[in-house]
């Protein structure tokens, strides 16, 4: 036993260096996850009691006031969200506190109490908006009933970010002691090591070629599942390693550019010559999650333009629906510079005498009002067409001659032209035609057909209130008609009486002479 330990004293030494190690090494790991879970439930709860106010309230207040503004309910995305989040905010709040014992008399349940109040309130004001009743939803506003709620998040929140810092700190603490406490032994077991550094290099020279075995697996594995250059030469070790170390890189700064929004970042040395042999590598798959991104951001960006045209153009509606023609002007001119259209009309469904025709309500080109008079007949024409089948006609080759642009550089024919018909439920009540040097794309479509329906409803308002006012001025004149002819009614009446009065007088008067001369 004693030679045993005599000739491997080294692998004994080693045995019990790297024994008291792994001792030491898993007493600090236990510290340092420990601390580590505490520190990362401090920073949870620390986040968790900043999001009732930056989170929930937030998102109810930007919900309700965007809902208010514009009726639309996709405003209303943020005020769903809060209440979603409300519930497993409160709840994994009160889990943590729970699992660090910390006593909160009660304040925690306060703030749910008034935040769940201002959600009931939030949903009143929701219902009072979609009503209309602006001075009420304005009056509500005004209450400022998230006060109430911030009185109690910050007797909450106070104590809570105070406690918590401190655990932070005590964890934080801890785990640098665990840490120096593993690099003091890291230096130790170095130390001890140092005498054996030369039996070391032996083995290393032994085992240099199982390295070499090994690189060689290393560069097959990288191209395999990393990136392939799609040429194929023998490398030195350190040409390996560097381009193994090169191809994280590439992973990595790809990855970080389009974490910044940079979606147009490519892989240097990944083209056509060699895409299909990277179709299952990281190489490949990056550039696929990039195109499928950029695809993600394109879509959000049409979106966002539909919404925040929708929301320009219902409150140009709305700010001019009192008058019919201004309003045909205002919104033509506003579709046509936001669709970057040469040349915009907008006809509108008129009747004369139980007959229906288009008649031409606006006209805007380059930036001017065209004062221009047109009436088409239904089914006459593109325009005429449109209004019988009740379908968008969308033309990307228009005939020469349909319609001239006209600049200060000469007459030009427009390459693209869209129809649509404005419906109200399912009634067209107008037309609208947009002309452009440039093709009309889907999500513009969409936009011009989600904005027709609130001028459609505008332009039905409009001719029913001026069908309801010749009504009323059509009872007044009858009215006023009627006193008239009754007053002349009254005024013979009086003559009558009089005339007849005048003949009694007279009749009396040559009955007295008759008397008169019969006595004589």
Request: charged share 25%.
């Amino acid at each position: 036993m004693r030679k045993l330990l005599a000739d491997n004293w080294i692998v004994v030494v080693l045995g019990l260096a790297l024994a008291t190690s792994v001792i030491v090494a898993i007493r600090n790991h236990f510290v340092i996850q420990q601390n580590n879970l505490l520190q990362q439930q401090t920073e949870l709860v620390e986040q968790r009691t900043r999001e009732i106010l930056s989170g929930i309230m937030h998102g109810l207040d930007l919900g309700v006031r965007g809902y208010g503004l514009t009726r639309d309910d996709n405003m209303l995305r943020p005020y769903r969200e809060a209440i979603q989040i409300s519930t497993v905010t409160f709840h994994q709040l009160d889990s943590l506190l729970k699992k660090q014992t910390y006593n909160d008399d009660g304040k925690l349940m306060a703030v749910r109490k008034e935040v769940d109040a201002y959600i009931v309130f939030s949903k009143q004001m929701v219902d009072t908006a979609r009503i209309d009743s602006i001075n009420i939803f304005k009056d509500m506003l005004k209450q400022d009933k998230g006060y109430e709620v911030w009185k109690q998040y910050s007797a909450f929140s106070q104590p809570l970010l105070a406690y918590e810092d401190q655990l932070n700190k005590e964890a934080r603490a801890n785990y640098n002691a665990a840490i120096r406490n593993n690099l003091i032994l890291q230096i130790t077991i170095a130390v001890l090591a140092l005498p054996l550094l030369f039996i070391f290099i032996q083995r290393v020279r032994k085992e240099r070629d199982a390295r070499q075995a090994l690189l060689l697996e290393v560069q097959e594995n990288d191209r395999k599942y990393v990136f392939d250059p799609g040429e194929s030469q023998a490398l030195s070790a350190s040409e390996i390693n560097e381009s193994s170390i090169q191809n994280v890189r590439k992973a990595s700064d790809f990855i970080r550019h389009m974490t910044d929004g940079n979606y147009d970042v490519d892989w240097k040395g990944l083209d056509q010559s060699n895409a299909d042999q990277n179709a299952e590598t990281l190489a490949g798959n990056l550039v696929r999650m990039r195109e499928q991104l950029k695809r993600v951001r394109l879509e959000d960006e049409k979106r966002n333009w539909i919404n925040e045209g929708l929301a320009t153009f219902s409150e140009l509606v709305r700010n001019n629906q009192h008058d019919n023609n201004l309003l045909a002007d205002r919104c033509i001119s506003f579709l046509t510079k936001y669709l970057h259209a040469q040349q915009g009309s907008l006809f509108v469904v008129e009747e004369s005498n139980g007959e229906k025709y288009l008649e031409l309500k606006a006209c805007f080109a380059f930036d001017k009002k065209k004062w221009v008079q047109k009436r088409i007949d239904i089914g006459q024409g593109l325009i005429g067409q449109a209004y019988l089948e009740g379908d968008t006609i969308e033309l990307r080759q228009v005939p020469q001659g349909y319609t001239a642009i006209t600049s200060g550089l000469g007459d030009a024919t427009p390459s693209n032209l869209v129809i649509v018909p404005l419906k109200y439920d399912v009634t067209t009540v107008a037309i609208l035609e947009l002309a452009s040097f440039e093709e009309f794309q889907e999500h513009h479509i969409n936009f011009l057909k989600k904005a027709g329906e609130f001028l459609a409803s505008a332009i039905l308002n409009t001719q029913n209130t001026h069908k309801m006012k010749e009504l009323l001025d059509h009872a007044r004149i009858n009215e006023e008609q009627m006193k008239q002819r009754e007053e002349e009614m009254r005024q013979n009446m009086e003559e009558l009486q009089a005339t007849q009065e005048e003949l009694v007088r007279k009749e009396r008067e040559m009955q007295k002479r008759m008397e008169m001369t019969a006595g004589r």
